[in-house]
Nanobody, 128 residues
């Protein structure tokens, strides 16, 4: 499956952005999905994940209550709604997909090694 992330940009602290990730070339509903981010000089970190059905979602502590992951299997799309953005949210955001983790093991989606497919990344910059 190929992934194309979009929707990044510049926003002031407290603002909102919605990232989108378009999937193609595979049976999208067969894949669990996730969002990761990487800030300059830091390692890539987990942000949010959703199982194949989208009924189970997982979040990093740093974004819980502010970010929401969702998916539309009919449109082959994944979204990350980001509210109450902070300067520390500044990073390149990546969407990713994998097809081996079952619904009962969604906690594994927090680990980047579980993912086989990655999008190209979209820059999010939050100014104070």
């Amino acid at each position: 499956v190929q992934l194309q992330a979009s929707g990044g940009g510049w926003v002031q602290a407290g603002g909102s952005l919605r990232l989108s990730c378009a999937a193609s070339g595979g049976t999208f509903r067969s894949y669990s999905v996730g969002w990761f981010r990487q800030a300059p000089g830091k390692e890539r970190e987990f942000v949010a994940g959703a199982t194949r059905s989208g009924t189970k979602t997982y979040y990093a502590d740093s974004v819980t209550g502010r970010f929401t992951i969702s998916r539309d299997n009919a449109k082959n799309m994944v979204y990350l709604q980001m509210n109450s953005l902070k300067p520390e949210d500044t990073a390149v955001y990546y969407c990713a997909a994998e097809k081996h983790v079952g619904e009962s093991y969604g906690y594994r989606l927090t680990n980047s090694v579980e993912y086989d497919y990655w999008g190209q990344g979209t820059q999010v910059t939050v100014s104070s």
